[in-house]
């Protein structure tokens, strides 16, 4: 399964290994339920190799999905790339709500 080999070349840190499996599932699997999940992880390879107007791309993908369990993290990662772009009030917009908000947020 491609989400399972991602996580472990992810664990492995085996970047290229990483993104091509969540390549795989973000362009061959759009109704799985692994999409939000990879697409946030997608996001943060582009935000880790400096690449923040890709990873907000990614971030928005999975927004769009719906899913609730992706929800706070993709917002996260949007305003963390939206600050590497300069656009600090942009981010703070982004998580102006999540602010005190309990958990890993």
């Known amino acids: 399964m491609a989400w399972r080999g991602a996580r472990l070349a992810a ?6 290994g990483a993104r091509a499996r969540y ?9 799985s339920i692994w999409f939000g999940p ?3 992880e997608r996001g ?5 190799e400096h690449r923040p107007g890709e990873a907000r791309a990614w971030f928005r993908k999975a927004l769009a999905t719906g ?5 706070d ?3 996260l990662g949007e305003a963390r790339a939206m600050a590497a772009l300069g656009q ?3 981010a703070y ?3 102006e709500d999540l602010r005190g908000k309990p958990g890993d947020v």
């Open 88 to 90: 600090h009030g942009k």
């Open 73 to 75: 993290e993709a917002r």
């Open 38 to 40: 990879a697409a946030v």
């Open 67 to 71: 899913d609730p369990s992706v929800e």
């Open 11 to 16: 664990r492995q840190h085996d970047v290229a």
């Open 23 to 31: 390549d795989e599932i973000l362009g061959h699997h759009p109704d």
């Open 44 to 48: 943060k390879l582009d935000l880790d």
């Open 93 to 95: 917009e982004i998580t």
